[in-house]
């Protein structure tokens, strides 16, 4: 299943059409965000797994092999994922890593505080997602909140220690995580919660207020910030990525 977050060009429709796999594509008619992409696209998948893959990232060979199997091997889990390597094209190819917990407990208590899975990293069964509601439009932070019903719905989050994600960034994408915008869009994300019961006011509002002073962070000191040691260097085997040219 291919999910077109708006009309593709012609050629491109071509290749995919041209494709000798049972390849289902799916345009949205204009761009709405990748929460109501997946919202319309994810039920729409037959198997029993549904693995999310961005067409811009980068995975090793074995990933879904590897991400399939762990899953059935844990069936409380309802979502899993894996660690990510953060490859700054804009620098020369630098690494930098956003690692995530890898236990169920540690998971359960990043949810309030912190987004504890990667998206593109993650496989998750087609059951858990409809119990738990489907995506929905919440900018920003669709996966999070798909993630917070999964916990509620009784189902468990976890990471693998493994690494065969490797996502492209560049001074857009850190443009995204911060400013006034994504300020409110943060605020609204957790209002929701709180109004939905799943994250309670106090923590909420603590974690608006600690997160403030870096949303307004200068660009510079925001890429610092997520190149740094403190926010994960890459410690896992990436050997597998060196295959791949960027």
């Known amino acids: 299943m291919i999910a077109a977050d708006g009309p593709l ?19 949205q008619p204009q761009s709405q965000g990748i929460g109501a992409t997946l919202k319309v696209v994810a039920p729409s998948c037959k198997g029993d797994l549904i693995m999310r893959i961005d067409s811009d990232d980068i995975y090793a060979p074995n990933h879904t092999e590897m991400m399939s199997k762990n899953l059935a091997k844990h069936p409380n889990i309802g979502v899993l994922g894996c660690q990510l390597l953060e490859i700054d094209t804009s620098r020369g190819c630098q690494q930098s890593a956003r690692k995530t917990p890898t236990s ?31 995506y929905r439009h919440s900018p920003g932070f669709e996966d999070w909140d798909l993630w917070l019903r999964v916990k509620a719905a009784g189902y468990g989050i976890l990471n693998l220690e493994t690494c065969t994600t490797a996502a492209r960034v560049n001074h857009r994408h850190r443009l995204r995580r911060r400013g006034i915008q994504y300020i409110v869009q943060e605020t609204h994300f957790y209002a929701r919660q709180v109004k939905e019961g799943r994250i309670h006011i106090g923590i909420a509002i603590l974690a608006c207020m600690s997160r403030l002073p870096w949303r307004l962070l200068p660009p510079k000191m925001l890429r610092w910030w997520m190149q740094s040691q403190w926010r994960g260097s890459p410690s896992f085997d990436t050997a597998w990525f060196s295959e791949f040219p960027l």
Do not use: F, Y
Request: some cysteine; proline content about 6%; charged content about 15%.
């Open 9 to 27: 060009s012609a050629e491109l429709c071509h290749v995919i059409n041209s494709c000798t796999l049972p390849v289902i594509l799916k345009q």
């Open 104 to 134: 169920r407990v540690e998971a359960q208590r990043w949810l309030p505080w912190r987004n504890p899975l990667n998206h593109q990293t993650i496989v998750i069964h087609r059951h858990v997602l409809i119990e738990a509601g489907g």
